[in-house]
């Protein structure tokens, strides 16, 4: 079966859909984007991804490109047409195709993408080991609470991981606390159980995965702060662990050349885990 591509307002087959070369998004990275995770043919936590996306747009001032509405039905087509049962959505949207130049064009419209297409989840081997993640400076800029699709930090700090046999990098501010992973928000558990991951503020993505653990954690009644921690606290914690769409909560085990906790995937992390597999499957 070949894959289809929704592209500024046609399905186009995948290996031939393409925007214009003076899209802003290819010259300046001028656009945002969202990854929806797919279950059983029905989108996770979709309206919390538009609420986001909305956010993303605003911050930029880029108008959208069609309403909510049509966009439901454009994101259920593109897991239609390419019979996505467990897999992501990935949409971008850009401010459109314009001669270069720095400022606003005036007349531009923005260009929506959207693609689907299946993936397996994280193999759970994976979480039952647990993974382990190095530490780099953030060298991000100061608004990356905006799902911006320039990534390139991001891109080299996953390959550093990747180099240094890690899953994923934990970046670390000036002040020494850790901000987020390259896709990824991070958190940890103290000595007296106490869950931590950082406020969402400006320094981080306000994950929607983050969100969903959130609530949780709220529900299930467990100790919680949202706060900035240090990596020395980090590698002292007991246990450790990661949220993204695309991973759903993965122990970490190992930060730098420090084993975290036993060296193993600890219990609230297991559970959490648990909890949130079971809000993914509440989906389908
Ligand atoms: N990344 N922080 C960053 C920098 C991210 O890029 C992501 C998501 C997250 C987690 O957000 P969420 O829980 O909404 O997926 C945190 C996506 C999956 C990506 O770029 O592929």
Same mark, same amino acid.
């Given at each position: 079966m070949s894959r289809v591509a929704y592209v500024d307002g046609q399905y186009l087959p995948h290996r031939s859909a393409a925007v214009h070369i003076e899209d802003r998004g290819y010259q300046f990275a001028d656009g945002v984007y969202e990854v929806l995770a797919v279950t059983g043919g029905r989108l996770v936590d979709e309206e919390s991804h538009l609420i986001r996306l909305a956010k993303s747009l605003s911050e930029l001032r880029i108008?959208?490109?069609?309403s909510n509405s049509a966009l439901r039905i454009v994101m259920r087509e593109a897991i239609r047409r390419n019979r996505v049962r467990e897999g992501i959505l990935y949409l971008q949207v850009t401010r459109g195709a314009a001669r270069?130049?720095?400022?606003?064009?005036?007349a531009a419209q923005p260009v929506l993408v959207v693609t689907s297409r299946h993936t397996r989840r994280t193999d759970p081997q994976i979480a039952e080991r647990g993974i382990a993640v190095v530490t780099i400076p $953030?060298?991000?800029?100061?608004?990356?609470d905006i799902k911006s699709i320039a990534l390139l930090p991001n891109v080299l700090g996953k390959q550093l991981a990747r180099d240094a046999g890690a899953f994923e990098a934990w970046q670390v501010d000036r002040e020494g606390f850790v901000t987020e992973g390259t896709s990824t928000n991070a958190w940890i558990v103290a000595a007296d159980r106490t869950v931590m991951t950082r406020r969402a $503020?400006?320094?981080i993505l306000n994950g929607v995965t983050r969100l969903a653990v959130l609530e949780i954690i709220a529900r299930d009644g467990y100790r919680f702060v949202e706060r900035a921690f240090s990596v020395a606290e980090a590698k002292a914690a007991s246990e450790a662990f990661l949220t993204s769409t695309t991973v759903d909560l993965l122990p970490v085990v190992r930060i730098d050349d420090a084993p975290v906790g036993t060296g193993m995937p600890g219990p609230l992390a297991r559970k959490l885990r648990e909890g949130y597999l079971a809000h993914v499957t509440e989906a389908a």
């Amino acid at each position: 079966m070949s894959r289809v591509a929704y592209v500024d307002g046609q399905y186009l087959p995948h290996r031939s859909a393409a925007v214009h070369i003076e899209d802003r998004g290819y010259q300046f990275a001028d656009g945002v984007y969202e990854v929806l995770a797919v279950t059983g043919g029905r989108l996770v936590d979709e309206e919390s991804h538009l609420i986001r996306l909305a956010k993303s747009l605003s911050e930029l001032r880029i108008a959208a490109p069609m309403s909510n509405s049509a966009l439901r039905i454009v994101m259920r087509e593109a897991i239609r047409r390419n019979r996505v049962r467990e897999g992501i959505l990935y949409l971008q949207v850009t401010r459109g195709a314009a001669r270069r130049e720095h400022a606003f064009p005036k007349a531009a419209q923005p260009v929506l993408v959207v693609t689907s297409r299946h993936t397996r989840r994280t193999d759970p081997q994976i979480a039952e080991r647990g993974i382990a993640v190095v530490t780099i400076p $953030d060298i991000r800029w100061q608004r990356c609470d905006i799902k911006s699709i320039a990534l390139l930090p991001n891109v080299l700090g996953k390959q550093l991981a990747r180099d240094a046999g890690a899953f994923e990098a934990w970046q670390v501010d000036r002040e020494g606390f850790v901000t987020e992973g390259t896709s990824t928000n991070a958190w940890i558990v103290a000595a007296d159980r106490t869950v931590m991951t950082r406020r969402a $503020d400006t320094a981080i993505l306000n994950g929607v995965t983050r969100l969903a653990v959130l609530e949780i954690i709220a529900r299930d009644g467990y100790r919680f702060v949202e706060r900035a921690f240090s990596v020395a606290e980090a590698k002292a914690a007991s246990e450790a662990f990661l949220t993204s769409t695309t991973v759903d909560l993965l122990p970490v085990v190992r930060i730098d050349d420090a084993p975290v906790g036993t060296g193993m995937p600890g219990p609230l992390a297991r559970k959490l885990r648990e909890g949130y597999l079971a809000h993914v499957t509440e989906a389908a």
